[in-house]
Nanobody, 116 residues
Framework: QVQLVESGGGLVQPGGSLRLSCVASGIIFSINNMGWYRQAPGKQRELVATITSGGKTNYGDSVKGRFTISRDGAKSTVYLQMNSLKPEDTAVYYC??????????WGQGTQVTVSS
């Protein structure tokens, strides 16, 4: 059974930082691509960042230069370091994984709220 468990969300002031974590189980972490997506109220889910099994990263235009995705194989964990947060970053952030057989899985999401 595949499980993706996100943590690290919360309330932060504009300009602040948060680090999200997603612990994966039930997958072969080393061969899976990992990613973070977000969904704000009334909007479609959008790409935040992805990282391949080989470590290649890709970012959504709105977060480039502010967010960093990384992965730790020993802990089967993917991280999202978020700096210089803006109110428009407020959303539910979802962890995602995809394997070489095109199976795709989602976590339950963690709320990030950027507000003064």
């Amino acid at each position: 059974q595949v499980q993706l468990v996100e943590s690290g969300g919360g309330l932060v002031q504009p300009g602040g930082s948060l680090r999200l974590s997603c612990v994966a189980s039930g997958i072969i972490f080393s061969i899976n691509n990992m990613g973070w997506y977000r969904q704000a109220p009334g909007k479609q889910r959008e790409l935040v960042a992805t990282i391949t099994s080989g470590g290649k990263t890709n970012y959504g235009d709105s977060v480039k230069g502010r967010f960093t995705i990384s992965r730790d194989g020993a802990k089967s964990t993917v991280y999202l370091q978020m700096n210089s947060l803006k109110p428009e970053d407020t959303a539910v952030y979802y962890c995602n994984t995809g394997d070489p057989w095109s199976r795709n899985y989602w976590g339950q999401g963690t709320q990030v709220t950027v507000s003064s």
